[in-house]
């Protein structure tokens, strides 16, 4: 799972804001609901995830009360965790 996450991290690391990162499959990243409101997430090995939440005070939302994903430029990660 080494590799996987190393390659999760390359694209964060290089994509100038969260709506360059892929949504499809093997990346997928997703917005999570519920208690991880306000996180994300990308695929790693199955059911394994990678974790992380924006690092902006404030957010940059647009005006529907979303976050403007491409105005997105960094990240926290939290963890590595099967959440299912």
Known sequence: ?????????GVLNNAPSLSHVPSTRPMRLHQLTGDR???FAVDLA???R?????NHEPLPMRDDGSLDRSRETAIVILE???YH
């Not at 990678?50 to 924006?54: A, D, H, I, N, Y």
Request: no cysteine.
């Open 37 to 39: 409101t306000g996180q």
């Open 50 to 54: 990678l974790v992380f939440e924006p």
């Open 1 to 9: 799972m080494g590799r996987v996450i190393q390659r999760r991290m």
């Open 80 to 82: 590595v965790v099967d």
């Open 46 to 48: 199955h059911p394994h």
